[in-house]
């Protein structure tokens, strides 16, 4: 059996809570009452994964919302929408990973967007004393910005390849099954971080704890 060296770790439902139902009673208030066909809308046509591979812009991406829409709303109520999916980052979350970092190298893997990317950040800066998200990692990978997503073998490959990673070292959490899949199809070590579990349970102090799966 491989000693674990590298962790990669997934953003939204891992280390930052969020509740999609949200963005539903957020829409609603706006004046949203076809949440469904916004939403196929928003799916169906590509639209949500353009933006999360940075196929189009933020002011692109509000655009087409505006020209679905049939009542007028501005970009920051389309915003306020759009990131009331995001809840919060837990402070024993954040004292983890700080412990974690000095046995592990540690990695951020995330499908998120440049609005999203941009409150959470904020939200990050004005509640704990770092810059961004980047400075509790050794490195980040975020899907806008290098152009690939989950489940894409692609963005797995890259993430390794890109910071020299062995794959039988290194174990990838997530809370989506299908991305896990995808990563140990290339050899990664997987954890499916089920709905109502908590990524603080997988670790004793700074390290895994004995009897983590993998």
Not at 20 to 46: A, C, H, P, R
Not at 150 to 163: E, G, Q, R
Request: a negative charge; charged letters at 25%.
């Amino acid at each position: 059996m491989s000693i674990i060296k590298n962790i990669i770790f997934d953003l939204g439902g891992v280390i930052i809570n969020i509740d999609t139902q949200n963005v539903i009673k957020k829409l609603e208030e706006k004046g949203v009452d076809d949440f469904k066909s916004l939403y196929l809308f928003i799916m169906g046509n590509g639209l949500y994964k353009k933006l999360e591979t940075g196929a189009i812009s933020a002011q692109d991406f509000r655009n087409a919302i505006h020209r679905q829409l049939s009542f007028p709303v501005t970009d920051q109520e389309i915003d306020e929408a759009w990131n009331a999916i995001i809840l919060d980052i837990p402070e024993h979350r954040v004292r983890l990973l700080e412990k974690i970092r000095k046995k592990y190298r540690t990695f951020l893997l995330s499908n998120t967007n440049i609005i999203h990317f941009d409150y959470y950040n904020q939200y990050f800066r004005n509640t704990y004393d770092y810059n961004n998200l980047d400075d509790l990692f050794d490195k980040t990978y975020f899907s806008h910005k290098i152009g690939m997503r989950k489940p894409d073998p692609a963005i797995f490959k890259f993430v390794l390849k890109n910071s020299h990673l062995v794959p039988r070292e290194t174990l990838f959490i997530d809370d989506n099954n299908e991305n896990i899949k995808c990563a140990e199809s290339i050899g990664i070590k997987g954890y499916y971080l089920e709905e109502g579990k908590e990524m603080t349970d997988l670790f004793d102090g700074s390290s895994l704890a004995i009897g983590t799966p993998l």
